[in-house]
């Protein structure tokens, strides 16, 4: 952002807390919030900056006294999200936002997308889509609903194509679409296999072969579900993974899902089989430290078992943590893998 030197100097002169840039001065190799309390610097030696990381980079540190590098607290944070959630019929400007908080509208905003990773435009647009007030609804945290409403990175294009994911969640309950489904006794339990004409949409583990299609019709009550002998080829394909079959290119997916569970997913196809990650090693492997619980979460949501390997996650201590398709079918899952 350019900062415009003749304002910023009037500004700095007023020590107004609100101007939207830092100032360093070149005698003293020290940058400042505007509202510093330390002594004046003559105009001349004075260079302005729009952000930390620029008068960083340029080679000034910051000041000890103003701090202009110290996170903003949540208590703000929470006023402008309020503020955003309470009015949401109409737009909230930037400028707006910036009064509620007592910050400039660009701290407003670079705080804003530091914290939730999405601005607070996109965070209301989410917001009235309705995409970001389910997550919430469910009790998640502000960051993983963000994360679960499909943001967080959106600097970084998901690598889902490759895989012939499809983007867009399954419509509610799988309505309109046609899935077909076998299902087989593994060394894993029963299996049952879902596929649209894309692909592999659901694959579960159960008790039994009533247990194993009962799960796949709750899990789309309102597709139209056929017994299709044809795809008891994809079973096996599945229990090949497991000892180690390649199966990239031949076992075609049909996931959907937010942008960041298909990255989420992708990792877990990432991990090499007899191998196991943390959730925590999982989120920072996505480039996502924070997100732990948020992948956590993307594991729990994941419809394609053995295939989109979320049995290689366990707990940071090697603990089998919670399966969805039963722990006893995890051990034996990565005992096989280990084998192989
Ligand atoms: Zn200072």
């Known amino acids: 952002m350019a900062i415009d030197p003749e304002t910023a100097w009037q500004k700095l002169e007023s020590r107004d807390a609100e101007g939207g840039f830092f100032y360093a001065v070149m005698t003293t190799g020290v940058f400042c919030r505007p509202d510093c309390r330390s002594r004046m610097p003559l105009r001349a030696n004075v260079r302005f900056f729009g952000t930390v990381d620029e008068a960083r980079a340029a080679g000034f540190r910051a000041c000890l006294r103003c701090k202009p590098d110290r996170a903003l607290g949540a208590g703000v944070l929470d006023r402008i999200r309020a503020h955003i959630e ?14 509620v908080a007592g910050l400039s509208p660009f701290t407003v905003q ?6 939730l990773g999405v601005s607070p435009l996109q965070y209301q647009r989410a917001l009235r889509a309705g995409s970001l007030r389910s997550a919430l609804k ?20 998901y690598e889902g194509a490759q895989l012939g994911m499809t983007p867009g969640r399954f419509a509610q309950g799988g309505k309109g679409e046609r899935i077909g489904f ?3 006794r593994t060394p894993f339990g029963w299996m049952v ?13 159960a008790g039994t072969a009533a247990e194993a299609e009962g799960s796949l019709r709750e899990e789309f009550p309102e597709a139209t579900l056929r017994k299709d002998p044809a795809l008891s080829g994809l079973v096996e394909a599945a229990v090949r993974t497991v000892a180690g079959a390649e199966t990239d290119g031949k076992l075609a997916l049909d996931l959907r899902g937010t942008a960041f569970q298909l990255r989420v997913w992708q990792a877990l ?19 996502e430290p924070k997100a732990t619980r948020a992948v956590a979460r993307a594991c729990a949501m994941n419809r394609v078992a053995v295939v989109v390997p979320c049995h290689r996650v366990v707990g940071v201590s090697g603990a089998l943590t919670g399966y969805r398709w039963g722990m006893e079918r995890k051990k034996m899952l990565l005992e096989a893998e280990k084998r192989g």
């Not at 296999?193 to 583990?205: D, F, K, N, Q």
């Open 182 to 184: 076998s299902t087989a």
């Open 86 to 99: 309470k009015h949401l019929d109409r737009a909230v400007p930037l400028a707006e936002l910036g009064r």
């Open 138 to 157: 469910k009790g998640a945290n502000v960051t993983d609903a963000v994360y679960e409403a499909g943001f967080g990175s959106s600097s970084r294009a």
């Open 193 to 205: 296999v879902g596929a649209t004409e894309r692909g592999l949409c659901w694959l579960a583990l």
């Open 269 to 287: 196809r990432a991990i090499p089989r007899g191998e196991t990650r943390s959730y925590s090693e999982l989120a920072r492997e996505l480039g």
């Open 110 to 115: 670079r705080m804003f997308k530091q914290k």
